[in-house]
């Protein structure tokens, strides 16, 4: 079982053997390459849920401060975010070493630089004085709930006033006690998309 789970991608050295993929994605006129392996999330596409939150984000008004990609992988939602935004300062943060060097290497192939890509346990090494007007996360649901509990609830404490809060999940993996807990910290979330059983949840730091 151990071994198992030093095969998953929320594992902080994935020891499954390589398995390296090219995968093209267009969002909005933006085309991204993103090199993926096994013992990352997804490596054969960018999973849907990822795709819907990268469009819903596109059209949401934030403070003009940093991004934060929590639970990166190899990097689709934080480098499209670093790409729309290009004067913004993007943050992309994993547990996951292979994931981290995949997006380093895939922010190098889209001649992406306005990005800061390292290793966290959740909001671990996230630099307590540095806020954020935009935090994206596609939750690692396998790694169970006290880690996505954290994730969400955790946001909070690294947004600016006005900062807001993007979670994509299916509602068969959790939506609605992702709900109950955004509006029990935040004292709102909103539904800004439902597409084929993944919700785009926001709550917005007041």
């Known amino acids: 079982m151990a071994n198992e ?7 902080a050295n994935p020891t499954a053997k390589h398995d390296e993929h090219v995968v093209d ?36 008004s934030f403070p003009a401060a940093n991004i934060l990609d929590v639970g990166a992988g190899y990097g689709p939602l934080g480098l499209f975010a670093a790409k729309f935004w290009p004067e913004q300062s993007v943050d992309l943060v994993d547990v996951n070493e292979r994931g981290l ?6 922010a ?16 671990q090494n996230v630099p307590a004085e540095k806020k954020f007007g ?33 979670v994509v999940i299916q509602k068969k ?15 709102n979330c909103s539904v800004l998309t439902r597409d084929k059983g993944y919700y785009i949840l926001q709550a917005v730091n007041n």
């Open 134 to 166: 935009l935090i994206v996360t596609n939750p690692p649901i396998r790694a169970g709930k006290k880690v996505v509990s954290g994730i969400l609830a955790g946001a909070k404490d690294h947004l600016v006033i006005g900062g807001v809060l993007l």
């Open 108 to 123: 190098q192939l889209n001649q992406i630089t306005n990005v800061a890509i390292y290793q966290s346990d959740i909001y």
């Open 101 to 106: 060097e995949l997006a380093r290497k895939n």
């Open 25 to 60: 994605y267009h969002v909005n006129g933006v085309d991204l390459k993103f090199n993926t392996d096994a013992g990352v999330f997804s490596k054969m596409r960018v999973d849907y849920g990822s795709g819907v939150l990268i469009k819903a984000m596109a059209d949401v």
């Open 173 to 187: 993996q959790g939506e609605p006690s992702a709900r109950k807990l955004l509006t029990e910290t935040f004292g």
């Open 5 to 11: 789970k030093n095969q998953m991608y929320f594992a």
